[in-house]
């Protein structure tokens, strides 16, 4: 039947395009024709290696693009007044997070890790095998196969890992607090905190010990972005005449409703990666199987997200809400990235449905609570995480009690220590940008370029409305 179809095909083609014909006449020939032992042999191990390291390379690039994502979401939240400054703190979290996890943050999450921490050495770079291959051994070329990956191009996948957990505290705290004390917390955490939380999981710390699962971070990367953030939130506090005195709250749409959106769906392109990825390797019919598998749920875990948020934002808010809806794209993708591994893709639609539920009501929780996020991280990254990480249990093989106490114990580390710094940093340079400065808009005040120099602003209500 195949050698029919190559003709039927081969005598349409050829007489407009005869060389490309026959070439590729020439190829399917070959893989027609040849030996049933070339057809189905295994791949070697150098070839493993490559796919590998590819695999590694590609999806580091796709999440790494979650950072435009998340520049986009927050500067289309936030008021005209702020964008700039949202652009600078994104890309400057980016460069903060690779600077720090390539000087200690890799040590402290992989290497040589006992039940709590790794090394507290400095720098990471190839192996002796690798410097050895470039500097033209042949001979080390067993040593850097036998490791199945290229050590940097592991390194660059955890890298863009840690960015992630970052961009979660920009957006919750966008508009009040400081330029270089946003810096500088996120130093402390892409350095340390959130390589201490890796260790105890992926590193093969003490949680791991137990059989925590987390498959790509639901509380890992989110859950620790959204305790950091919320416990910036609550030392920073709410951006003026958000909660007036007589306790309506100051709406604040979206200033720019398709950058918002846009945002969100390059995030859901970037969690294909993100999640996809997480296979950690792509040498075997098993690992692609397995990464479609992935996809496919993150895929549908997104989609319930969205219209299971819409649906209970009317009963909610009194609205169908945009952000909502949004939000629950993310929430969706947050709650399965545990457990994205079932082949009862149902229970993928079931746990992004629930994990859009909560995040919606997370939102409509912490306004009624008076605590201030202007993307609605700690519901989207936070709650969706904790729900994601203890529904990994129902399908994916977990063990509830590790998980619950996974999620306690990296929940109370990281709460604990991003409070006390947060409040160190308070104390020693302040957090919050003075009054004046956020009336007028960081972007003017902070930075002398506003994001949309056209617009006039106008003056807002005040706190005493």
């Not at 030996?35 to 070697?44: C, I, K, R, S």
């Not at 970052?166 to 917390?185: D, H, M, N, P, Q």
Request: with cysteine; proline share 3%; charged share 10%.
């Amino acid at each position: 039947m195949g050698k029919h179809l190559i003709a039927r095909w081969y005598r349409r083609t050829a007489a407009s395009r005869p060389a490309a014909a026959a070439a590729t006449l020439l190829a399917a020939a070959l893989f027609l024709f040849a030996g049933a032992e070339v057809v189905h042999a295994a791949v070697d191990t150098e070839s493993q290696f490559v796919f590998n390291t590819f695999a590694f390379l590609v999806w580091g690039a796709l999440v790494m693009w979650m950072c435009a994502g998340f520049t986009m979401l927050e500067s289309g939240s936030v008021r005209t007044k702020n964008a700039s400054v949202i652009c600078l703190k994104n890309i400057g979290l980016y460069s903060i997070a690779g600077l720090a996890y390539f000087f200690i943050g890799y040590n402290l999450m992989y290497v040589d890790v006992g039940s709590l921490v790794g090394s507290f050495t400095l720098f990471y770079g190839p192996s002796a095998d690798e410097v050895a291959l470039l500097a033209g051994q042949e001979s080390a070329l067993d040593g850097v196969v036998g490791n199945n990956y290229s050590v940097m191009s592991d390194w660059f996948f955890q890298m863009v890992f840690v960015a992630t957990a970052a961009s979660i505290v920009s957006g919750a705290l966008a508009e009040r607090v400081k330029l270089w004390s946003f810096f500088l917390f996120t130093s402390i955490l892409t350095a340390i905190m959130y390589p201490i939380v890796g260790a105890w999981t992926w590193g093969g710390g003490w949680l791991d010990g137990l059989g925590f699962q987390d498959f790509a971070g639901s509380t890992i990367v989110h859950g620790t972005g959204g305790w950091a953030a919320l416990a910036g939130a609550l030392v920073v506090g709410p951006r003026g005449g958000k909660f007036r005195k007589d306790g309506t709250v100051l709406p604040t749409p979206p200033s720019n409703v398709p950058v918002v959106t846009l945002g969100v769906f390059i995030l859901w392109l970037g969690w294909f990666g993100f999640n996809g990825g997480s296979q950690l390797a792509l040498a075997s019919a098993l690992d692609v199987v397995a990464m479609s598998v992935v996809l496919v749920n993150t895929n549908l875990a997104a989609a319930a997200g969205v219209i299971a948020a819409l649906a209970v934002s009317r009963p909610i808010f009194g609205r169908v809400d945009l952000m909502a809806g949004l939000n629950g794209a993310i929430g969706g993708l947050v709650a399965i990235t545990a457990g994205p591994t079932m082949v009862e893709h149902y229970w993928a639609v079931i746990i992004g449905a629930v994990g859009a539920i909560i995040c919606t009501a997370g939102m409509k929780l912490l306004e009624n609570l008076k605590v201030d996020d202007v993307v609605g991280a700690v519901p989207a990254h936070l709650f969706a995480g904790v729900w994601g990480t203890l529904a990994a249990s129902i399908a994916a093989g977990a063990t509830l009690w590790v998980q619950i106490v996974g999620v306690l114990a990296i929940g109370a580390f990281v709460f604990t220590t991003s409070w006390l710094l947060w409040f160190a940093i308070e104390k020693a340079i302040g957090v919050r940008v003075a009054p004046n400065v956020e009336e007028l808009g960081q972007d003017a005040a902070e930075l002398g370029i506003e994001a949309y120099p056209e617009f006039v602003l106008m003056p807002e209500p005040s706190d005493d409305a």
